[in-house]
């Protein structure tokens, strides 16, 4: 009767077990298949405004190229620029431009010798959508440095958002002069000596230069240093120069061959103030010529 009664209860133990894991497993089943190892989420933004993007630049007068600046005068080159803004084109408030030497910053104010700004640049063309082509004019003075310069084009939009590119380019050395238009002895007789007659010379380039002259009557290498409508022409040596104020025993006489002056004349640094050298001239004349004489005197900037 006991060992019934103990088999009876292992049974009831047997059974309560196999119920608590049938009842485990199906919760484990049940809690599995709603916790899953991961969820995607669908996440979303709208941008408002971005950043005008400056795509490309080129330097040039106006096409692309290495700058030779005008004597004496001023030269225009183009920074050019693409520019996208994905608010669209007309989205832009101001296109700006500055050409700066290689040494220098384009944050710094203007300065002819290293520093140009263009405050407001033309649109030449748009796509209608996003794209704007603009044009950036420079008017770049003759003593500019030579070397490399930068263009920098800066966009801003109505958010007040900047972008911007540099291209680069090269300013080629100039060396260039200018002369007082005549050189003029008055009325002289055969046998006179001029007074002195000055001869301002200009540096009209971007260098330092030193100067030879040379002296003809008609023709380059004829020897002679003036022509004359009556009787016998000058020839070239009874000219004489030099750079500061000699007697004429002291002065260099002409030639028809290139002779150096002796002197130097440097860059062109302020704005304003061009650099010159007065030159000293004069002419002894010779028996026999009579009436008006006239020649050449040629004056070449060397390096």
């Not at 009831?12 to 119920?19: A, D, E, Q, R, S």
Request: glycine content about 6%; proline content about 3%; aromatic content about 12%.
């Amino acid at each position: 009767m006991r060992e019934q009664k103990l088999a009876a209860r292992l049974f009831t133990y047997i059974v309560f077990g196999v119920v608590i894991l049938v009842t485990f497993v199906s919760i484990v089943g049940f809690v599995s298949s709603y916790n899953y190892e991961y969820v995607n989420v669908s996440t979303r933004v709208n941008v408002t405004n971005a950043f005008p993007e400056v795509l490309n630049v080129t330097v040039g007068v106006p096409a692309p190229t290495n700058i030779t600046l005008n004597a004496g005068s001023t030269r225009t080159i183009y920074c050019n620029a693409t520019i996208r803004d994905w608010n669209g084109y007309n989205d832009l408030t101001n296109v700006n431009a500055t050409f700066y030497y290689f040494l220098n910053q384009s944050s710094e104010v203007d300065d002819g010798n290293v520093h140009y700004t263009n405050t407001s640049c033309s649109e030449s063309i748009n796509d209608g959508q996003y794209l704007a082509n603009y044009s950036c004019a420079l008017d770049i003075k003759y003593f500019a440095y030579n070397g490399t310069w930068y263009c920098n084009v800066t966009a801003i939009d109505n958010k007040n958002f900047t972008g911007s590119l540099n291209a680069s380019t090269k300013i080629n050395p100039l060396y260039a002069l200018n002369v007082t238009d005549v050189i003029d002895y008055g009325n002289l007789s055969v046998t006179d000596y001029s007074e002195n007659i000055t001869a301002a010379i200009t540096n009209y380039g971007n260098m330092n230069i030193n100067v030879s002259v040379l002296g003809y009557g008609l023709t380059q290498g004829d020897g002679l240093g003036f022509v004359c409508q009556l009787g016998t022409n000058i020839s070239v040596q009874y000219q004489r120069f030099a750079s500061t104020a000699q007697p004429w025993s002291s002065k260099i006489p002409l030639a028809a061959t290139n002779k150096d002056m002796g002197a130097t004349l440097l860059k062109q640094t302020d704005d304003l103030t061009p650099v010159t050298l007065d030159t000293y001239w004069q002419l002894y004349v010779p028996p026999n010529p009579f009436g008006l004489c006239t020649g050449t005197v040629r004056f070449t900037a060397t390096a």
